[in-house]
C-alpha cells in the first residue's frame, strides 16, 4: 500500500530500524503515511474520541484506537430509511347481491314463458 498522500511506496526499513511509517485513519479510509508526509498527514487523520491519538486502525466495520481501544463505528451518515408505507389500492365495492330491478325484469320473463306454455 502506498502513501495515500505521495503514492510513495514503502520500502524495506534498515536493518535495525523500525519503519517509520504510520498508519492512520483518514474519512474512515485506512491509509498508509510515508515518514515526509506525516507532518502533513495529521491534520487530515481522523482521531481518538478517546484520547485524541491518531494511532487508529480500520477494522471491519469499525474504527478502533490502538492507544486506548476504544472503538468507534465509522461516521453514521445516513439515518435509518423510513419504512415505505404501503397502502392498499382501492378495492371498489363488489357490492354482493344480484341489481333487484335485473331480477325483478328476469322475474316478469319467467312469469311469461311460463304463462305462455
Ligand atoms: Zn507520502
Ligand atoms: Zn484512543
Redesign the pocket.
Known amino acids: 500500500m502506498p502513501c495515500y498522500r505521495c503514492g510513495t511506496r514503502q520500502v524495506d526499513p534498515e536493518p535495525g530500524k523500525g519503519s517509520s511509517w504510520r498508519r492512520g485513519v483518514v474519512r474512515e479510509h485506512q491509509v498508509l503515511v510515508c515518514p515526509d508526509c506525516q507532518p502533513a498527514a495529521l491534520a487530515d487523520m481522523d482521531r ?1 474520541a ?2 485524541g ?1 491518531t494511532h487508529l486502525i480500520r477494522r471491519l466495520d469499525q474504527v478502533e ?1 490502538l ?2 481501544r ?1 472503538t468507534r463505528d465509522p461516521g453514521a451518515v445516513n439515518g435509518p430509511d423510513a419504512p415505505d408505507t404501503i397502502e392498499a389500492p382501492d378495492v371498489p365495492d363488489a357490492g354482493g347481491g344480484p341489481d333487484p330491478a335485473l331480477a325483478a325484469e328476469v322475474a316478469r320473463a319467467v312469469a311469461r314463458v311460463l304463462g305462455r306454455a
Open positions: 481518538c478517546g484520547c491519538s484506537c492507544d486506548c476504544l
